[in-house]
């Protein structure tokens, strides 16, 4: 009895949902920032592309609240952030090949709670909060971009997880989140726009995830983020109605559970 005792006690500890999730991930991304409504060639605002960087992140999650079985699974906050490695940006339309090297720094937190529609479904609202830093330095030449303020988005965040496992090693994952933009930093301020309102942005994932030991998975994953405000009036440099900064990107990462 006791050594069936000592085998029951792994499955049982095995049908708990884990405690905590740590993520190292590596994405390669594409970045394209512009404005909207510009009339004529304008030399005070530039689009720009980001055509290739990459970018090393950090996902940890606790759940302090879990069950075994039901519906409620967990409940918990995760935190995220990652950052640039080696970017360049180009102006639009530059065809002298001038580059101006550039970081961004993105982070996220949240409060999510974990629902077991089935034994091999996860829906998982969650909610939080969003940030996007993205700063450009001097050529190497020494020359200043114009035209491309600095841009710090800043958004509250409502969305959709989706966990689906198809067996015991492979499962498809799927996010879906709503971002409300309260401000983009020096770009939403004097001297630039001073009166700007929130247009649609989101940050949408899609992979599939390889269980390669009980607590290890390997993911890999495409996703695309935008952040976008609409300008409303106020003073501002140019007549232009908006702004926009999309990143696309794919990523690889390993996680772990316990």
Same mark, same amino acid.
């Given at each position: 009895?006791?050594?069936?005792? $000592?085998? =029951?006690?792994?499955?049982?500890? $095995?049908?708990?949902? %884990?405690?905590? $999730?740590?993520?190292?991930?590596?994405?390669?991304?594409?970045?394209?920032?512009?404005?909207?409504? $510009?009339?004529?060639?304008?030399?005070?605002?530039?689009? =720009?592309?980001?055509?290739?960087?990459?970018? %090393?992140?950090?996902? #940890?999650?606790?759940?302090?609240?879990? =069950?075994?079985?039901?519906?409620?699974?967990?409940?918990?906050?995760?935190?995220?952030?990652?950052?640039?490695?080696?970017?360049?940006?180009?102006?639009?339309?530059?065809?002298?090949?001038?580059?101006?090297?550039?970081?961004?720094?993105?982070?996220?937190?949240?409060?999510?709670?974990?629902?077991?529609?089935?034994?091999?479904?996860?829906?998982?609202? #969650?909610?939080?909060?969003?940030?996007?830093?993205?700063? #450009?330095?001097?050529?190497?030449?020494?020359?200043?971009? &114009?035209?491309? %303020?600095?841009?710090?988005?800043?958004?509250?965040?409502?969305?959709?997880?989706?966990?689906?496992?198809?067996?015991?090693?492979?499962?498809?994952?799927?996010?879906? &989140?709503?971002?409300?933009?309260?401000?983009?930093?020096?770009?939403?301020?004097?001297?630039?726009?001073?009166?700007?309102? =929130?247009?649609?942005?989101?940050?949408?994932?899609?992979?599939?995830?390889?269980?390669?030991?009980?607590?290890?998975?390997?993911?890999?994953?495409?996703?695309?983020?935008?952040?976008?405000?609409?300008?409303?009036?106020?003073?501002?440099?140019?007549?232009?109605?908006?702004?926009?900064?999309?990143?696309?990107?794919?990523?690889?990462?390993?996680?772990?559970?316990?």
């Amino acid at each position: 009895m006791v050594a069936a005792a $000592e085998a =029951a006690a792994p499955a049982a500890e $095995e049908a708990w949902p %884990p405690l905590v $999730e740590v993520q190292v991930t590596v994405g390669v991304l594409h970045r394209q920032y512009g404005y909207t409504g $510009e009339q004529g060639s304008n030399p005070v605002l530039r689009n =720009a592309i980001v055509p290739v960087a990459a970018q %090393p992140g950090l996902y #940890v999650a606790v759940y302090p609240l879990r =069950a075994p079985d039901g519906l409620f699974s967990g409940l918990g906050i995760e935190a995220a952030v990652a950052t640039s490695v080696g970017m360049q940006l180009q102006r639009e339309n530059d065809t002298s090949g001038k580059t101006f090297p550039a970081v961004s720094f993105g982070a996220g937190a949240g409060l999510r709670l974990n629902l077991r529609l089935s034994k091999a479904v996860t829906l998982s609202p #969650v909610i939080g909060w969003q940030a996007y830093n993205f700063d #450009v330095h001097r050529a190497a030449d020494g020359t200043v971009l &114009t035209g491309q %303020p600095a841009v710090h988005w800043r958004a509250f965040a409502a969305g959709l997880k989706l966990d689906v496992a198809f067996n015991a090693w492979c499962s498809l994952f799927a996010e879906l &989140t709503y971002l409300y933009v309260y401000s983009a930093g020096p770009l939403t301020s004097a001297p630039y726009f001073t009166e700007s309102s =929130a247009a649609p942005s989101f940050d949408t994932t899609l992979g599939l995830a390889f269980r390669v030991a009980p607590r290890l998975q390997l993911r890999v994953g495409f996703a695309l983020t935008r952040y976008a405000v609409d300008f409303s009036g106020g003073t501002g440099p140019a007549p232009v109605t908006g702004a926009s900064d999309q990143i696309l990107g794919g990523t690889l990462a390993v996680r772990y559970n316990f």
